[in-house]
């Protein structure tokens, strides 16, 4: 029995490498993990206006994190932070207050940069919002991964072996996570 993962990558790039590496982990952990990608290129930008009569995408999003077991987040670094369309995602599974669909979810966080500390702070910065939502965060392995072309090869296998035994681990432990936040283990 397979623990559904909401998946919320933070680029909407085609080529996004991000996406690359959440690809990966469901490879990792197909035989324990669903992923249900979340789409949020669609959503408007939130508005509090919305909070009375809310725009469908964004009941139908707020519905699809909801029908999930936990939340991974896979995320680039956009100037030091995590990207607006992440941020703008996030606000929107909020609202209205006292109706967020993150509240009481396990989650993880997870991002790939070119650059060497590996969306380090952009992960920090996300932390401390997931935590102020009441999302139950792996606290470790905290996984900040360099992206260096050709990491994940098209069919989401990882070809570093340095880089695979770091992420089973995070699979593990995130699989593990869940079990104990959800009361299973
Ligand atoms: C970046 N990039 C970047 N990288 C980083 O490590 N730290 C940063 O602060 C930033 N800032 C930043 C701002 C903006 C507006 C862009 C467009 C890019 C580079 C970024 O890591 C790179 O473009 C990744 O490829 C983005 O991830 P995806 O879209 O490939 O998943």
Redesign the pocket.
């Known amino acids: 029995n397979r623990r559904k993962v909401a998946v919320i990558?933070g680029?909407l790039?085609k080529?996004?490498?991000?996406?690359q590496l959440a690809r990966a982990l469901e490879r990792l952990g197909e035989d324990r993990l669903e992923f249900d990608y979340v789409e949020i290129g669609n959503l408007p930008l939130y508005n509090q206006d919305f909070d009375g009569d809310y725009p469908p995408e964004c009941t139908a999003f707020k519905q699809q994190v909801r029908d999930a077991d936990a939340v991974l987040f896979v995320t680039?670094?956009?100037?030091?932070s995590l990207p607006g369309v992440l941020k703008n995602a996030i606000d929107i599974g909020s609202r209205p207050y006292g109706d967020s669909a993150f509240a009481g979810l396990p989650a993880a966080v997870t991002g790939?940069?070119?650059?060497a500390?590996?969306?380090a702070?952009?992960q920090q910065h996300l932390r401390n919002v997931l935590s102020y939502l009441d999302m139950a965060v792996l606290p470790q392995p905290e996984a900040f991964i360099q992206?260096k072309e050709g990491l994940v090869a098209d069919d989401g296998r990882i070809t570093s072996p340095d880089t695979r035994d770091f992420l089973e681990d995070f699979v593990d432990r995130f699989v593990a996570w869940i079990d104990r936040q959800r009361g299973e283990a």
């Open positions: 990558v680029s790039r080529d996004s490498i991000n996406r680039p670094e956009y100037n030091r790939a940069s070119p650059g500390i590996g969306t702070l952009a992206f």
